[in-house]
C-alpha cells in the first residue's frame, strides 16, 4: 500500500470528524458499522486486495472507538464539576491573557479538587491580575462551568484543547510562590521576558506584532488590524505553525550546514530546536503538526531516506488525533493540515509541469529563477488558499478574494521581521545594535501593515457567503482535494483524497446547519 501513513491519517481523521460533529453520541454505532464493514472486506477476496480500503474502515473504527473511550472515561468526569462549588488548588501554566471587558484569564491545570487529587486542564477568568507567574501554586472557590455552552465556535476552540471547563471568581486567590519549578517554566519565564523587552524597544502595535509573530500572542494586536489579516486571509501568520517552524528550524540546519557541520549532527541539532520552538507556541496543535513533519523529513536524512511530504504529513495527523481525539475541533490546526495539503499539491503540479516534456512557455515560467519563485509562491498560495477556503467558509462565514495577492506581498517580509524580533530580545542591552534592528523591524512591519491595509479596503477583498454558496463551495473542494493524485500522476481513486474531501464536507455542512 503506497503511503500507508497519508492513509491511516486522513482516515483516522475522517472518524474523529464524524464523531466530533455528527455522532457524539453514537460514536460506538459507527465504530460498530465500521468493523463490521472490515471485516467484510477482509473476508472478501476481491475486497482484500483493495488495501486502502480495508484500512479506512479499521481506522474508522479505531478512531471512533478511541472517540468513545475519552468522551466517557476523560470528558464526562471532568464536566461533572459543572455548577458545583469546588475548592481548588491548581498551577498557572501561562502568562494572562486579557479580554476587551477587562477580565484577565489564566490557564490552570488543578491539583486537588475539593481535597481530591485531580489534574484537570481549567481557565480561570477573574476581574484583576493576580499577579502570578507561570508555575505558581494558587487556591480557590468558585463555580466552574462548561466553557461555551451558547456558543459552539468557542466550545469546540477550548474542547480542542482539553480545556474543557472554566470557573470564573471575584474572591481572593491565594498564591504560593514553590521553591523549585519544573523545567518547563524556562519557556515560560523567557517568553515573558522576550515580550516585556519588544514592548520597551517598539511601539506599541510593532511590539504587539512581533509578539504575535514569535509566540502566536495575539492578546495585544489592535482589534481593526486583526480583522484587516482576516480579510485579505493572513491570519496564519500570527498563529505558530508551519511557516514559523520553517523560518526557525529550517533556518538554523542551513546555516549549520553552511558553516561545515556534517549533515547527521545538524540534522539531530535541528530536530532538538524544533522541540524547543513547540514549548514556546504553548504545544498548539498546528506547530505541533509542523514539528512532527520537520521532524520525519530531517530524520529521513540521518538514514540516507528520500522524505515524502505527503506520508509525513498523514503520519502527523494521525499522530495529534491519536493522542487528542478532539484536536479536529481545532480551526487552526484544520486550516493548517488542508493548507500543507495544497501546497504538497501545488509542489506536485511545478515538479510534473518542469519533468514535463514539451511544456512550452509554461515550463519556461517555472524554470527561470526570478520568474520561476513568483510563479511558484503564487501557484501554492492558491492552492493553500483553496484547499482551506471550505474551512473558512464554514467557520468565518466568508472567503478572502485577495489571499493569494495579500501572502505573494507579505510572507517574504514575515521572515525578516521574525529574524529581527528574535534579535531584539536577545540583544536588548546593546543599544546601538538594538536601535538600528529595532528602526530596519519597524520598517517592514510597517511595510506589512500598509499592504494589509490596502488590500482589506478593496471593494472585493472580502466575500460573505450567502445560504446556498456552501452547495457550490463544497463540491468544488472535493474536486481540488483530488488534485493531489494527478500531482503524484496516481489515476486511481485515492482514499487519502476521499477521506480529506469527505472532511472537508462535513465540517461545512456542520457549520451550516
Request: glycine share 6%; aromatic share 12%; proline share 4%.
Amino acid at each position: 500500500m503506497k503511503r500507508a501513513f497519508a492513509v491511516i491519517g486522513f482516515s483516522f481523521m475522517l472518524g474523529l470528524v464524524l464523531c466530533n460533529f455528527f455522532l457524539e453520541s453514537h460514536s460506538l454505532l459507527l465504530a460498530a458499522a465500521a468493523l463490521i464493514a472490515s471485516a467484510v472486506c477482509l473476508s472478501v477476496r476481491k475486497l482484500r486486495k483493495k488495501k486502502e480500503l480495508c484500512c479506512l474502515f479499521i481506522c474508522l473504527s479505531v478512531s471512533a472507538a478511541l472517540f468513545s473511550a475519552v468522551r466517557y472515561y476523560i470528558y464526562s468526569p471532568v464536566i461533572g464539576y459543572a455548577d458545583k462549588k469546588c475548592d481548588i488548588e491548581a498551577v498557572v501554566l501561562d502568562t494572562p491573557t486579557v479580554s476587551s471587558g477587562g477580565n484577565y484569564s489564566y490557564l490552570i491545570r488543578t491539583k486537588r479538587i475539593n481535597g481530591e487529587k485531580k489534574a484537570v486542564k481549567m481557565r480561570l477568568y477573574v476581574p484583576y491580575d493576580i499577579s502570578s507567574q507561570p508555575y505558581d501554586e494558587i487556591s480557590f472557590s468558585a463555580y466552574p462551568f462548561v466553557i461555551g455552552s451558547n456558543d459552539k465556535g468557542v466550545y469546540l476552540h477550548f474542547r480542542s484543547r482539553k480545556t474543557y471547563i472554566g470557573a470564573y471568581t471575584k474572591y481572593d486567590v491565594n498564591i504560593h510562590k514553590p521553591e523549585k519549578k519544573p523545567f518547563m517554566s524556562i519557556f515560560s519565564r523567557l517568553k515573558a521576558q522576550s515580550m516585556k523587552i519588544l514592548d520597551r524597544l517598539l511601539k506599541k502595535d510593532c511590539s504587539a506584532f512581533a509578539s504575535g509573530l514569535l509566540f502566536g500572542d495575539t492578546t495585544y494586536i489592535d482589534a481593526g488590524l486583526k480583522s484587516d489579516f482576516r480579510l485579505v486571509g493572513l491570519m496564519h501568520i500570527m498563529a505558530t505553525s508551519g511557516l514559523h517552524m520553517s523560518v526557525w528550524v529550517y533556518g538554523l540546519y542551513r546555516l549549520l550546514k553552511r558553516i561545515h557541520v556534517k549533515e547527521k549532527r545538524a540534522s539531530i541539532i535541528s530536530i532538538v530546536f524544533s522541540f524547543c520552538v513547540v514549548c514556546f507556541s504553548a504545544f498548539s496543535a498546528s506547530v505541533i503538526r509542523a514539528m512532527i513533519m520537520t521532524c520525519v523529513y530531517l530524520s529521513a536524512g540521518l538514514f540516507k531516506r528520500r522524505g515524502d511530504p505527503l506520508n509525513s504529513l498523514g503520519l502527523a495527523v494521525f499522530l495529534l488525533c491519536a493522542v487528542n481525539p478532539f484536536a479536529v475541533c481545532d480551526v487552526s490546526f484544520l486550516l493548517s493540515v488542508f493548507s500543507t495539503l495544497g501546497i504538497i499539491a501545488a509542489a506536485g503540479a511545478v515538479s510534473y509541469l518542469k519533468e514535463k516534456p514539451k511544456a512550452g512557455k509554461l515550463q519556461k515560467a517555472f524554470d527561470s529563477k526570478p520568474l520561476g519563485y513568483i510563479s511558484e509562491s503564487l501557484l501554492m498560495s492558491v492552492f493553500a488558499s483553496a484547499f482551506s477556503y471550505p474551512i473558512a467558509v464554514g467557520v468565518f462565514g466568508g472567503i478572502s478574494t485577495v489571499a493569494p495577492i495579500s501572502n505573494l506581498l507579505v510572507v517574504p517580509a514575515v521572515a525578516p521581521c521574525m529574524v529581527m524580533s528574535g534579535m531584539l530580545t536577545m540583544l536588548p542591552s546593546v543599544r546601538l545594535l538594538s536601535n538600528a534592528v529595532g528602526f530596519v523591524l519597524t520598517l517592514f512591519e510597517r511595510y506589512i501593515f500598509f499592504v494589509v491595509g490596502a488590500l482589506a479596503r478593496l471593494p472585493f477583498a472580502y466575500f460573505e457567503s450567502a445560504e446556498a454558496f456552501p452547495c457550490v463551495i463544497i463540491p468544488i473542494i472535493s474536486a481540488l482535494a483530488l488534485c493531489i493524485l494527478f500531482s503524484y500522476k496516481r489515476k486511481s481513486l485515492s482514499v487519502t483524497a476521499l477521506s480529506a474531501a469527505l472532511s472537508v464536507s462535513a465540517i461545512v455542512i456542520f457549520y451550516y446547519i
